[in-house]
Each structure stands twice: as structure tokens, then as C-alpha cells.
């Protein structure tokens, strides 16, 4: 059972284009993160958001962690190709490192 | 410093057999998590190891068991194998700290694992 939910599931947008993905739950996190994963690799980590309204920015990549630490929303500006991978958002209970991930958001950026 | 190392990369397997999946963590690192991905979804977590000794478990079934060495290397077993077993297996190794944040767990690139 996923208790993180993400959306959209697929996501195919022309580069140039700005998306924001989103990742809900009912419970609450000490920490969330979010990772990528290509094809053949495993996932790779991009960001730790902590604290509740938390902003952190990454190049072109936007974090925000909710209010309610309940949930998190991952904004690209300007996508490139290389953007190309599954999004994935995992939620961890205190400094314990089993996470519990989210269903993953499929992007493709084509040229 | 070497990666988090897996293998095999590919395994075929019919149901009802057993099989070994290894984990080669980071140097450095005693923690190894195991995790299932399903196609097409996030991974879910197994079971964790900590120097050498269960450290949490997921929903999962007893024939999935697993063992960590004085290396903190790590095997994930797996018995009676069912159709639903096909998966994506990753490991991840990280090292615990005082932190208040959860500790940076790097992922090893999966076996892949077809039950046929």
C-alpha cells in the first residue's frame, strides 16, 4: 500500500515547458524526499526537505515541503530532455532511513 | 570510493525456487535497506540491516529474509517464488548519524528479477 501519492503519473512535455509535480499523504513526515531514477539505475537522491514550508531550489528545480509536512510539490522551470526520468518522493519517520515511497511520476521531455 | 555494487544485474527464475540476491554497500557505510519495485511503481521497503542485525521490516512475507556480513555486504533471500515476485530488487546503503534529517541512502543499480 503507497501512503504517498503522486500526480500526475505520466507526464510528456516539450523542452522549454515548466511542470510542477506533486506528493500527498495523509501522514506526516519528519523528512521528505525526492529522488530520480533513470532507466537501469536506481534512484538517485536530489533534495531533503525538513521543515514545514520549506523552499529549497536546485538549478532549475524547485522544492517546497507543505505546511503540514504532509506534503511536497517538485517545480522545474524551463525542462530540458536530460530532465528525462521517474520522480520519486519518499517519506521517512525521524532520522530512520526506511523511506516510504511514493507511486512515481513519469516525465519525457522531448525537443 | 566504490558505489553501492548488486548482483546479479538479471536473474530468470520459475516458481516455487529460491533465489540469493547480493548487495555490495559503500565503503564506509554499515547500513544496507532492501527495497522492491514493482513496474511501473515506487519501491517498497523490505528489510534493513544494521551491523550485521535485523533493523526494521516491512510488509512483507517471512520467505523473504536476508542477512548482513562483517563487511556489510548483504544477501536478500527470497523462497517458494511467486509470479508476484517479479520485481526491480534495490539495495541502499547509508550510515547512520546524530542528525535530526534522514541520513543520505545511495541505491545500488537493482537486480532484476523475472518469475516465470
Known amino acids: 500500500t503507497q501512503l504517498l501519492e503522486q500526480s500526475p503519473q505520466f507526464l510528456s512535455i516539450q523542452e522549454g515547458e515548466n511542470l510542477t509535480v506533486y506528493c500527498n499523504s495523509s501522514?506526516?513526515?519528519?523528512?521528505l524526499q525526492w529522488y530520480r531514477q533513470e532507466p537501469g539505475e536506481g534512484p538517485v537522491l536530489l533534495v531533503t526537505?525538513?521543515?514545514?514550508?520549506e523552499v529549497k531550489k536546485l538549478k532549475r528545480l524547485t522544492f517546497q515541503f507543505g505546511d503540514a509536512r504532509k506534503d511536497s510539490s517538485l517545480h522545474i522551470t524551463a525542462a530540458q530532455p536530460g530532465d528525462t526520468g521517474l520522480y520519486l518522493c519518499a517519506g521517512a519517520y525521524g532520522t530512520a532511513s526506511k523511506l516510504t515511497f511514493g507511486t512515481g511520476t513519469r516525465l519525457q521531455v522531448t525537443l | 570510493e566504490t558505489g553501492v555494487t548488486q548482483s546479479p544485474t538479471h536473474l530468470i527464475k520459475t516458481r516455487g525456487q529460491q533465489v540469493t540476491l547480493r548487495c555490495s554497500s559503500q565503503?564506509?557505510?554499515?547500513?544496507v535497506s532492501w527495497y522492491q519495485q514493482a513496474l511501473g511503481q515506487g519501491p517498497q521497503f523490505i528489510f534493513q540491516?544494521?551491523?550485521?542485525?535485523?533493523?526494521g521490516r516491512g510488509n512483507f512475507p517471512p520467505r523473504f529474509s536476508g542477512l548482513q556480513f562483517p563487511n556489510y555486504s548483504s544477501e536478500l533471500n527470497v523462497n517458494a517464488l511467486e509470479l508476484d515476485d517479479s520485481a526491480l530488487y534495490l539495495c541502499a546503503s547509508s550510515s547512520p548519524s546524530n542528525r535530526v534529517i534522514t541520513d543520505t541512502q545511495y541505491f545500488g543499480p537493482g537486480t532484476r528479477l523475472t518469475v516465470l
Open positions: 565503503s564506509g557505510h554499515n547500513t
Open positions: 540491516y544494521y551491523r550485521e542485525e535485523e533493523n
Open positions: 526537505v525538513v521543515t514545514g514550508g
Open positions: 501522514s506526516v513526515f519528519s523528512s
